[in-house]
């Protein structure tokens, strides 16, 4: 039998810094919500799975997610963090499903052929979890990627301000999407504790839990590295019109 593969998409966030009553995954670019542009890409990816995580102002994420035919909803009750948001995907996830795609519902410029790519690269070097990673000229505010002296492999996710100077010097950023083996994702999921600055379960805490039993884990460089470009203010949403406008990332 075919693997088969399910979209968990982040979609559970209010998005303070937008300034914008409306959550962050409905605000619009290019005339779509970004939620819209991630599922798209998703879909465009042959992934016909989609777990949308919804929360902050849930009605108004379903109505748009509901657009997509299929397209099914976990609630995460309370915002304590990624690994947390992913988790309360599980009750839905079923027994046929071998890989889990993670991605971020503001994340809307990473192409259908980098999920595809990704994806590709899981199931080849047989991973337990493959990181999206991007190469940054400033890497200020995303997680650093910190990888093996040795052999380059990925050691660990350090988020900023959790990052030690020589980290925060790390020019690989993390860029919030993963691939994973379903059940070495929530068996680590399990295992994950708050102990950071943000009070937060964070999903990266996965790739040190899996690292340290000896699983396979790898990072896989986006090629278009603005395709990372995240939305968190109205300066992000700018931005990533600009690149669209200046045809630098597709959508």
């Known amino acids: 039998m075919a693997p088969t593969v399910t979209a968990v998409i982040l979609a559970a966030g209010k998005g303070t810094r937008m300034k914008s009553e409306l959550p962050k995954v409905a605000v619009v670019l290019n005339q779509s919500p970004l939620l819209i542009h991630v599922l798209k890409n ?16 849930k009605d108004v994420v379903t109505e748009i997610a509901k657009s997509f035919p299929g397209v099914e909803f976990a609630e995460q009750t309370e915002q304590l963090g990624t690994g947390h948001a ?5 009750p839905l996830i079923q027994e046929n499903d071998h890989y889990i795609l993670v991605a971020c519902g503001d994340a809307p410029l990473i192409s259908a052929h980098s999920f595809q790519t990704l994806l590709s690269l899981h199931i080849k070097n047989q991973y337990s979890a493959t990181v999206l990673s991007a190469e940054m000229t400033d890497p ?5 990627i ?3 002296n040795q052999d380059g492999s990925l050691v660990r996710i350090v988020e900023q301000k ?10 690989e950023i993390n860029t919030g999407t993963y691939c994973f083996t379903t059940k070495r994702l929530f068996h ?3 295992k994950i504790g708050n102990e950071n600055a943000q009070k937060e379960y964070y999903l990266t805490d996965v790739i ?3 690292v340290s039993e000896g699983d396979k884990v790898g990072a896989m460089v986006l090629s278009n590295a ?10 992000d949403l700018q931005t990533a019109q600009n690149y669209l406008d200046k045809g630098l990332v597709g959508v």
Request: net charge positive; charged share 35%.
């Open 42 to 57: 998703i879909e465009s990816a042959n992934i016909k799975r989609k777990i949308v995580v919804v929360g902050y102002r």
């Open 86 to 90: 992913v988790l309360s995907a599980e």
């Open 140 to 144: 200020t505010g995303y997680g650093r």
């Open 146 to 148: 910190i990888r093996s």
């Open 162 to 171: 959790d990052a030690t100077e020589e980290e925060k010097a790390v020019k």
């Open 188 to 190: 680590a999921l399990k």
């Open 208 to 210: 040190k839990i899996l």
């Open 226 to 235: 603005l395709e990372s470009h995240g939305i968190n203010s109205p300066e």
